[in-house]
């Protein structure tokens, strides 16, 4: 076993099959305690199995799978009493005031009437609905509503939490409040595992990120070191006169061969490897031959590029099983 005290989710070689479709092969990862890992991966590549297997909802048909230090097959009910889930649908009631709601969950779990009362405060409180408590969950805007949906898998208090596309149809504001939220988490010492369809919440949010397709982890790093990957900086710049475009793209530090050029965006390029000195370089070459910017910019690959290049060919697959 390759996990220590310092893991809070250990998976290796996990295997799941439905009928004739393999949903995970051979799955590999490791996830260090009070992180937030990052879950990318086309639809069908397994996401869904992966959150699934670990939170004891779908047992695994090969491999060793462990959270929080228990063995998801053999110790399930220790599993479950260290973990939260939110899902890709909210499992709230909207009748129901959000205190209303936080309490009646606090009652599942069995914490008894007068501890679910003040631990629904309490998270009515870290989440900013205290003012909204009584207010009937189906006048809540979607970010608020998704806030509460979060509190609710917090209801216990748990070590792990797992994340599946918890932003998914919310507005940019309403995405902020539950990054704002979940980033409260990881400062208090929770580990968060989180699957996304959005490119832009594993860059801010994850302090490690795993690329999945095909049900095997393909790539697995820091954002930047998954950008890296994918090729070096880039310097962008867009010429004022089209006329002088292969004057400046002959400016760039860097081989003619390198050098890149859209005529219809009046924009040259070329990956560098200094930054800085490929940026004072081109400014003071462009200064001297006189040509006129209207920008010029360091470019990093993105998260977008790291997909596509690591993922290939897209899939068509629904994620429905997987």
């Known amino acids: 076993m390759t996990g220590g005290t310092t893991d809070a989710i250990v998976v290796e070689g996990v295997r799941k099959r439905y009928g004739d479709k393999q949903a995970l092969d051979g799955l590999d990862l490791t996830v260090r305690r009070g992180t937030v890992q990052g879950v990318l991966g086309p639809n069908g590549a397994g996401k869904t199995t992966t959150v699934r297997i670990l939170a004891t909802l779908l047992r695994h048909d090969e491999g060793v799978v462990r959270v929080a230090g228990h063995d998801v097959r053999t110790e399930a009910a220790e599993v479950r009493r260290r973990i939260g889930l939110l899902g890709q649908h909210a499992a709230l009631d909207e009748e129901l005031g959000g205190r209303q709601n936080l309490e009646m969950f606090g009652r599942l779990y069995h914490l008894g009437a007068k501890r679910a009362g003040r631990r629904a405060d309490e998270l009515l409180e870290r989440f900013g609905l205290t003012d909204t408590g009584r207010r009937p969950v189906g006048r809540y805007s979607g970010g608020m509503r998704r806030r509460l949906d979060l509190a609710a898998s917090l209801i216990t208090e748990p070590e792990v939490l797992f994340l599946d596309e918890p932003t998914t149809g919310l507005d940019p504001r309403g995405r902020a409040e539950v990054w704002e939220s979940v980033r409260?988490?990881?400062?208090?010492?929770?580990?968060?595992?989180?699957?996304?369809?959005?490119?832009?919440?594993?860059?801010?949010?994850?302090?490690?990120?795993?690329?999945?397709?095909?049900?095997?982890?393909?790539?697995?790093?820091?954002?930047?070191?998954?950008?890296?990957?994918?090729?070096?900086?880039?310097?962008?710049?867009?010429?004022?006169?089209?006329?002088?475009?292969?004057?400046?793209?002959?400016?760039?530090?860097?081989?003619?061969?390198?050098?890149?050029?859209?005529?219809?965006?009046?924009?040259?390029?070329?990956?560098?490897?200094?930054?800085?000195?490929?940026?004072?370089?081109?400014?003071?070459?462009?200064?001297?031959?006189?040509?006129?910017?209207?920008?010029?910019?360091?470019?990093?690959?993105?998260?977008?590029?790291?997909?596509?290049?690591?993922?290939?060919?897209?899939?068509?697959?629904?994620?429905?099983?997987?």
């Open 184 to 322: 409260s988490l990881v400062g208090g010492g929770t580990t968060v595992l989180l699957t996304t369809q959005y490119l832009e919440e594993a860059d801010r949010l994850a302090d490690r990120i795993a690329v999945v397709d095909r049900g095997r982890v393909v790539a697995d790093g820091t954002p930047d070191q998954l950008k890296a990957r994918v090729g070096q900086d880039r310097i962008d710049v867009v010429v004022r006169d089209a006329d002088r475009l292969a004057e400046a793209a002959g400016l760039l530090p860097v081989p003619p061969d390198e050098v890149t050029v859209d005529p219809d965006r009046r924009r040259v390029g070329a990956p560098v490897t200094d930054r800085t000195a490929a940026l004072a370089e081109t400014v003071r070459a462009l200064e001297a031959a006189g040509i006129e910017v209207e920008d010029l910019a360091l470019r990093r690959p993105t998260l977008d590029e790291v997909f596509l290049r690591l993922t290939g060919e897209k899939h068509e697959e629904s994620e429905v099983a997987a």
